[in-house]
C-alpha cells in the first residue's frame, strides 16, 4: 500500500490543476469545482492509507468536526460578507501552520 500512497498524491495534484483551470471560466466553473472535490478526497484518503498514521479516528473526528463548524459558519454568513469569511478562514490557515511549527519546535 506504501508504494500506492504518491501515485495517489499525483493524481491528486492533476486534479488540482485541472481543478484551477477548469475554474477560470463560469461555462466549467462546475467541471472544476468538482475535480478540486475529487483532489481533495484523493488526498486525504492517501494521507489515512499512510502507514505512519496511527490514529485514524482521532483525524476523522477532528475532520469532521471541522467540517461541522466551517458549514454552521458558511449557513450562518450574508452573502455579501463572503470575502470576510474567507479571510478569517485563512487566518484559521495561518494560525494552523504556528501551531505545526511549534509542534516541531518542541
Known amino acids: 500500500m506504501t508504494t500506492l500512497v504518491p501515485l495517489f498524491y499525483l493524481v491528486a495534484a492533476v486534479c488540482f490543476i485541472l481543478a484551477l483551470k477548469g475554474l477560470a471560466s463560469p461555462a466549467t466553473s462546475r467541471r472544476g469545482n468538482l475535480l478540486g472535490i475529487l483532489g481533495m478526497s484523493i488526498a486525504v484518503i492517501a494521507t489515512l492509507l499512510m502507514p505512519s498514521i496511527h490514529h485514524h479516528i482521532y483525524l476523522l473526528g477532528l475532520m469532521l468536526a471541522g467540517g461541522i463548524i466551517g458549514t454552521f459558519i ?23 501552520a504556528v501551531l505545526v511549527a511549534y509542534c516541531a519546535f518542541l
Open 74 to 96: 458558511a449557513l450562518k454568513i450574508n452573502m455579501t460578507a463572503i470575502p470576510q469569511l474567507v479571510a478569517a478562514f485563512h487566518s484559521l490557515v495561518g494560525m494552523a
